[in-house]
């Protein structure tokens, strides 16, 4: 049971600080590549087959048309199978972390077909001063998608089995119930088969072992007795000084009617 415990808090701590590859909404991986067209992307890491990030400026349309969340700083999209670390994205990414002067230059006069080269190079400078590249990390493989399933449905099983365990203690009278290990019954269990006790054990009590012979024949054929509707007493007092043999005859009777027997002393009731 501790180590079902220990197991299920570690499970939890994995969730609560392990996964931290899924940062943000998740979106569609071509959404990233139009944004890192854009240069929208301010950083980048991957992990595994998760690529994480954090846009320049939060994109203002929706991933896809059924999206009804609300896009956040971070972000995090699962890159393409049938491996990891997709080349079309991260090369996009690359070549926005370094300044590229020709394509400032380009977009310069597709902007203006009329522009000066003083203009032009007005332009470069002004775009390598408001430069930001993007930055790029990784952190490794992540767990697969099979893993991550099994850690995912750990949880419910380890929570299923924990409930089996309590029910299965809590079906024990003497196991003290959900609270087994602070109030377990101190009755020592003894089972036919552990050296049996018969009435030949039992030197004398003819009386009492008579008087107890519908006990044993009621414990043998319970349903003997219910069908015709006889109600059995809830016990039987066995009475006498000290050391008359009052245990050893209630285990003859279990012995007898081939039943555990429970022994526990008087003080341990309270």
């Known amino acids: 049971m501790t180590l079902l415990v220990i197991l299920l808090v570690a499970v939890l701590l994995f969730f609560m600080f392990g996964n931290s590859a899924k940062r943000g909404v998740e979106v569609p991986y071509s959404f990233v590549l139009a944004h890192a067209k854009q240069d929208n992307i301010q950083s980048a890491c991957t992990h595994g087959e998760i690529l994480s990030g954090e846009w320049r400026e939060i994109p203002k349309e929706k991933p896809y048309p059924e999206f009804e969340g609300k896009l956040t700083r971070d972000f995090h999209a699962f890159l393409p199978s049938p491996y990891a670390g997709d080349p079309s994205v991260w090369a996009q990414l690359e070549a926005n972390a370094v ?45 697969s998608r099979g893993a991550e399933l099994l850690t995912y449905l750990s949880i419910p ?81 066995l009475v006498g000084p000290p050391g008359t043999g009052k245990t050893l005859l209630a285990r003859a009777t279990a012995g007898e009617a081939g039943v555990p027997f429970f022994s526990i002393n008087g003080s341990e009731f309270i």
């Open 99 to 143: 300044f590229n002067e020709e394509a400032v230059r380009e977009r310069a006069r597709q902007a203006n077909e009329n522009i000066t080269k003083e203009e032009l190079d007005r332009a470069v400078t002004t775009a390598r001063n408001n430069f930001e590249p993007v930055k790029l990390s990784s952190e490794g493989q992540n767990m």
């Open 157 to 237: 099983l380890l929570f299923l089995l924990f409930l089996y365990f309590m029910m299965r203690r809590n079906a024990d009278p003497f196991s003290g119930g959900m609270m087994g290990g602070f109030i377990r019954s101190p009755a020592r269990r003894f089972e036919k088969s552990d050296e049996p006790v018969t009435y030949k054990e039992v030197a004398g009590l003819k009386a009492a072992k008579q008087d107890l012979q519908e006990v044993v024949e009621f414990l043998k054929n319970p349903r003997r007795f219910t069908r015709i509707g006889a109600r059995i007493p809830k016990g039987v007092l």
